[in-house]
C-alpha cells in the first residue's frame, strides 16, 4: 500500500537527491508512472490535483484504484499518493479518502490565516499519521483555473509556516506551472538559499518541475529540494505520441481504435518521460 513522503523525502535529502511527484489523470497514467518507478527502483509521489480527482470521480475512487494497481503490478518501490494544492477542504476529504499525504496550499491566504489552517492540519496529519507539504508565495501559472504570479517567498514567513511541524515546504522562488514564458528570469537561488539557511533539514519542494533547464534543477537539488513536481511535460508526450498513432491512420487500421491500443503511444511515452525525470533528479535505484 501506500507510504507518506516522509521517509523518502529524509532520505532523498541526505542523499542530495529530489523525489519526483509525478500527476496523474486516468488510470493509464497511473500505470505509467507506477511501472516507471518499478523499472527505475525509484520512490515516487502520485499527485493528485482537485480537478484531477474530480475527473476521476473522486478521492476514494483515486486512492482505490491506485492502491489496487500497487498490488495488483507487484509494486515493491515505496509510493506516497498525495493531493496536490489542496484546499482546507479538499485536505479533509483526502484524509478521509485514505490519502497518505496532502498538500495544504495556503498561499493566497495573509500569512497568518495560512499559519492558523496549517497549523490544524498539521495535528490532524500528525494524528493519522500522513506526510503534509504546505505552501508560501505562489506558484506562477495556471493550474485548475487558479492563476498565480510566480512570487518569491518571504524567508522568514516560510520559517513561520516550517515550524508548524510539517513535513515538506513548496515556496515561491519564480516557478511557474505550466510552460516558461520566453522572458522567464529563472529561478531565484538566492531565495531558496535564504529559506533553506532559516528552515534548516526541511525539505523544499519545487513546483512547475516542466521546463525547467536541468542544470536549474542540479542546482535547486544542492541548495535543499528534496521533491519536485511534474505534471505538464507528461501532457505534452501523451498528447504528442497520441497525435502521432491518429495522424498515421492507425487508429484507423485493424483494430487500432481500441482503446487500449490507442492510449498505448502515449502511456509509454509517460513511462519513458518519468523515467528520463527521475534520472535527472537522482532517484532512480534510491527505492
Ligand atoms: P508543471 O505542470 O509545470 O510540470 O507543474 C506541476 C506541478 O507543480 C504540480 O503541482
Known sequence: MFVTAEEMLKKAKAGHYAVGQFNINNL???KAILLAAEEAKSPVILGVSEGAGKY???????????GAMIDELNITVPVAIHLDHGSYEGCLKCIEAGFSSIMFDGSHYPIEENVEKT?????MCKEKGLSLEAEVGSIGGEEDGVI?????ADPKECT???DLGITMLAAGIGNIHGKYPANWQGLSFE???AIQQLTGDMPLVLHGGTGIPDDMIKKAISLGVAKINVNTECQLVFAEATRKYIEAGKDLEGKGFDPRKLLKPGTDAIKAKVIEKMELFGSVGKA
Not at 476521476?56 to 491506485?66: D, E, N, P
Not at 497549523?119 to 495535528?123: G, M, R, S, T, Y
Not at 498565480?148 to 518569491?152: D, L, N, T
Request: aromatic share 6%; with cysteine; net charge negative.
Open 28 to 30: 493509464e497514467w497511473t
Open 119 to 123: 497549523k490544524e492540519l498539521v495535528a
Open 191 to 193: 531565495t531558496l538559499d
Open 160 to 162: 513561520a509556516i516550517a
Open 148 to 152: 498565480g504570479a510566480g512570487e518569491c
Open 56 to 66: 476521476m470521480c473522486g478521492y476514494k475512487t483515486v486512492a482505490s484504484m491506485a
